[in-house]
């Protein structure tokens, strides 16, 4: 079988397992010394594409014959002493009627790049000095775009919403310390004394209520982005 056709009375998952377990044999057979990576590799990308809706049978003929997958593997390996063939790998047998799991990929890194987003663009509005928090924000930045559980899309807005509330509570905080400062001086005669006040004009809780509709999206994209990183490292 070449992995093309869709034999009759097979299952989706029983058809992905016969695809690699053909795919594992070609590859012992030409002594591919890596040949546990490639068939891991393989069905990594069938599962993420299943995952995505893709049809199996599509998608198995788009990967190709399991003959001509190993016959480039074999042409590709170091040119060194053949190796001796062994047994081919049988892949994890699934109970019948269950999906084939994807490898599971761990979310806390994902998670730990949301917080340093979040953390960073709070203490925008609480430390003078900004480089530690743009530091941060950036290290968080570069988490979330190096974590394979988000699509680029999700990302890309990730990006742009997730820091927002803590830009906004920072744009806040800075108009209140901003504020004007009004001083009044009394005296009776033998004392005297200054009173200072100092007051924002509204301009800090404008602030707040112009930044409200970005306060919602980012909360509300950071809990989706955290939620699909924890699904999908579960291979859910």
Avoid: N
Wanted: aromatic share 6%.
């Amino acid at each position: 079988m070449s992995g093309e056709g869709k034999p009759v009375g097979l299952s989706a998952d029983e058809r992905v397992r016969r695809y690699l377990a053909e795919v594992d044999a070609a590859l012992a057979a030409r002594g591919v010394a890596d040949r546990s990576e490639i068939v891991a590799d393989l069905h990594e990308h069938v599962e993420a594409a299943r995952a995505e809706g893709e049809d199996v049978t599509t998608l198995l003929a788009g990967l190709g014959d399991p003959q001509v997958i190993a016959a480039e593997a074999a042409r590709d390996q170091p040119v060194g002493p053949a190796p001796y063939a062994t047994a081919p790998v049988q892949p994890q047998r699934q109970p019948q009627g269950q999906p084939l799991r994807q490898p599971q990929r761990r979310a806390w890194p994902a998670l730990v790049a949301l917080g340093l987003v979040v953390l960073g663009s709070f203490l925008l509005g609480v430390v003078t000095q900004p480089v530690v928090p743009i530091a941060v924000i950036v290290l968080g930045w570069t988490g979330i775009w190096a974590s394979p559980l988000w699509r680029t899309g999700e990302q890309f807005l990730g990006t742009i919403f997730v820091p927002a509330p803590g830009i906004v509570c920072a744009v806040a905080l800075g108009v209140f310390a901003g504020g004007s400062e009004t001083c009044e001086t009394t005296s009776d005669g033998i004392d005297t004394q200054t009173v200072c006040t100092t007051a924002d004009g509204g301009g800090s809780l404008l602030a707040l209520l112009i930044g409200v509709p970005f306060i919602v999206l980012g909360l509300a994209y950071l809990v989706l982005l955290a939620r699909l990183a924890v699904v999908r490292s579960r291979g859910a």
